[in-house]
């Protein structure tokens, strides 16, 4: 179902890979909201509803773990889900960030059938 009232929030530092996130996202009817690094990302939900986070967890000037901290302790945001969407795809990587509090976890470079079936879950379970 294509919803455009949904906001989603990417957190990328990589142009090329923001892009095409954010393009994949608008080809499913949703809408993205980009932010650069972990600080922008803060910003921007001070001031934009936010249904679903795509995480990077490599990002300059604030890893994606510490962001997910602040996220996750944060009672204005920690209700949002958040996905791992990371080029870590190491045996164990998946289960490290779920254990720090990622809902769900998509491994670069993306695999465009299993990135839209991880969203809808997510926004279906929390919208």
């Known amino acids: ?17 923001m892009e095409l996130t954010v393009d994949l996202l608008k080809s499913y009817g949703y809408n993205a909201t980009k932010a650069e690094d972990g600080y922008v990302a803060l910003e921007k939900l ?3 509803n936010v249904n679903l986070i795509l995480l990077d967890m490599q990002l300059p000037k604030m890893d994606g773990l510490e962001l997910l901290s602040k996220l996750k302790n944060n ?3 920690n209700d949002i889900p958040v996905i791992a969407l990371t080029a870590h795809a190491m045996l164990g990587d998946k289960e490290r960030f779920i254990d720090a509090g990622c ?9 465009i059938h299993e990135f839209k079936i991880q969203i809808d879950q997510h926004l279906n379970n929390n919208c």
């Not at 809902?103 to 695999?111: A, C, F, M, R, T």
């Open 1 to 17: 179902m294509v919803n455009t009232d949904v906001n989603i929030l990417v957190v990328e530092d990589n142009v090329f890979n």
């Open 46 to 48: 001070k001031d934009t």
């Open 75 to 77: 009672p204005e945001t």
């Open 103 to 111: 809902d769900g976890y998509i491994s670069k470079p993306l695999d």
